[in-house]
């Protein structure tokens, strides 16, 4: 059965927004990467600049904070040192305040591995990055203004499933363009609301001249892999993500926030590069398609009304443009673990520090003796013990794990996110499933712990089942607990509502659908 969405409704209900911003560049000679096929250790310079964008969002009794962060993973613990510094920077409640990665594979490298090189200089750049991050979500809470939002839809095709197998049964990553992808983009824009000075009556309007729009921000989801820049690139980037972002503010006006979509099995359709101008013109190509979405929310309008026919050569229509906003309150923020299953078969955490002590050793020695082959072989071996041994320090000797989910919501908008990397299947059916008529599913949040899988690919293996944790039924017990938290948040949101419309003496108020 097609899934049939639910209309978003019509609303003046006063939500208050606000931005702030801050370059995060790194040293450039910082432990860069972590492919496990790339031959150097660190970074080589800088192409475009890296930043950290809060968006804050009030209905004057709750506020929350969203840090959209130019790196590539967070870990649990980064995250959380990033979330405390903005909360003891605002008063906003820890559990208020998530932080997002976009995900770029040509940044620091988030944690000790293989990579010996230019290491020193990350923790010093984690603390400044909390700094950063604080003084960006000071702004943001200083800059809290009425806006309007409304919301729309597109499709852009820079990604595909990349989860392919040869002939001879082979896996790797790549571009499956025969394999189902989740290529919507969803936008939700937020105009500063119209002050009391500004025409109201129909008079008036027609006096004026048609409104002037002022964007405050751009809020973005998109589900792929930041890896268009591979293993050979030794540029700091943010990927595709920094360059869409540019093209929309440039394009639009104020500020664009990316919260990456359910990304673990979909990538670029041009990956693994090192020429940065590929992933300048596929976050152009998908910065152009949220420009127009943006732009089209109050310029086409959905639904234009007959004020009457002027005589002229050929008589002429005039019609009244109205742009619908969508409810931007109350706003709710949960912020809740999820146990899920766990596999069997985890890796055993001596035999995984055993391989990555070894395979270090060989790089050592065939750096050492320029030997080329060898250094290819011990690179991707120690890469992959690393990735093991990770996984027997997160969890070995458990049943279950507990996934962070956060979920924000204000009026008919919900931004689910958790600290995975989930299949864009998943993110489908949190969409479909959602009593929120626009819903992102986002990966990369609060944290990182591996790849989630569905069942059905689980039993296919590869990468990204094989450096999974997860036993073959977690994606649904994380579904199905999302969907439940989102239902509940849906009646208290509905509940709370009509209980403002009782209050005030309402009786009642008709929404119209937006198409």
């Not at 405390?84 to 997002?100: D, F, K, L, W, Y």
């Not at 003084?135 to 409304?150: H, K, N």
Request: net charge neutral.
């Amino acid at each position: 059965m097609q899934h049939q969405r639910q209309p978003l409704r019509e609303s003046s209900h006063a939500l208050l927004a606000g931005t702030g911003r801050r370059c995060i560049n790194p040293p450039p000679n910082i432990a860069h990467g972590g492919w496990g096929a790339q031959k150097h250790e660190q970074a080589e310079g800088i192409d475009l600049d890296l930043w950290a964008t809060a968006l804050a969002l009030s209905d004057g009794k709750t506020t929350a904070l969203i840090l959209d962060i130019d790196i590539q993973i967070l870990t649990n613990q980064r995250a959380d040192e990033l979330r405390a510094a903005a909360s003891r920077a605002t008063g906003v409640p820890i559990e208020n305040i998530r932080a997002c990665a976009t995900h770029t594979h040509s940044g620091p490298v988030p944690y000790k591995s293989w990579i010996e090189k230019g290491y020193d200089l990350v923790d010093p750049w984690f603390d400044n990055l909390a700094r950063w991050s604080a003084e960006a979500a000071s702004e943001a809470i200083a800059a809290l203004q009425p806006v309007e939002v409304r919301v729309g839809r597109g499709a852009c095709a820079i990604n595909a499933n990349r989860r392919c197998v040869t002939a001879t049964g082979e896996r790797f990553l790549g571009v499956n363009l025969e394999a189902a992808c989740d290529r919507e983009v969803i936008v939700v824009r937020f105009d500063v609301a119209a002050s009391a000075s500004e025409p109201t009556s129909t008079a008036e309007h027609r006096l004026a001249g048609a409104r002037r729009y002022e964007p405050l921000v751009t809020l973005v989801n998109y589900a792929c892999h930041a890896t268009i820049m591979g293993p050979a690139n030794r540029l700091i980037t943010p990927d595709y993500p920094g360059a869409m972002k540019r093209v929309v503010e440039s394009a639009v006006g104020g500020r664009c926030v990316f919260l990456q979509g359910s990304a673990g099995n979909v990538g670029p359709v041009q990956g693994f590069q090192a020429n940065p101008l590929v992933y300048r013109q596929l976050g152009a190509v998908l910065g152009h398609e949220i420009a127009r979405i943006a732009l089209a929310l109050t310029s086409v309008p959905p639904n234009p009304q007959l004020r009457e026919i002027v005589p002229s050569g050929a008589p002429l229509g005039m019609f009244d443009a109205e742009f619908p906003i969508v409810p931007g309150a109350p706003v709710q923020v949960r912020s809740l673990e999820i146990p899920v299953p766990l596999r069997t078969g985890l890796p055993e955490k001596k035999a995984a520090a055993e391989q990555l002590a070894h395979w270090k050793a060989k790089l050592q020695a065939a750096r050492a003796a320029h030997d080329e082959a060898g250094i290819t072989e011990a690179i991707y071996r120690a890469r992959r013990a690393d990735i093991q041994l990770r996984m027997a320090d997160d969890f070995g000797g458990k049943r279950d794990a507990a996934v962070r989910a956060h979920l924000i919501t204000f009026g008919d908008i919900a931004l689910v996110g958790c600290n995975l990397e989930p299949f864009f299947e998943i993110g489908l059916a949190v969409k479909r499933g959602s009593p929120f008529p626009a819903t992102f599913m986002c990966g990369y949040t609060n944290g990182r712990m591996a790849y989630l899988p569905t069942a059905d690919e689980w039993t296919k293996g590869g990468y990204e089942v094989e450096n999974s944790p997860f036993g073959q039924n977690a994606a649904e017990v994380l579904q199905r607990e999302l969907l439940a938290t989102l239902r509940a948040m849906r009646a208290t949101e509905l509940g709370t509502q009509s209980s403002q419309r009782l209050h005030r003496g309402h009786r009642g108020q008709s929404w119209r659908a937006q198409k």
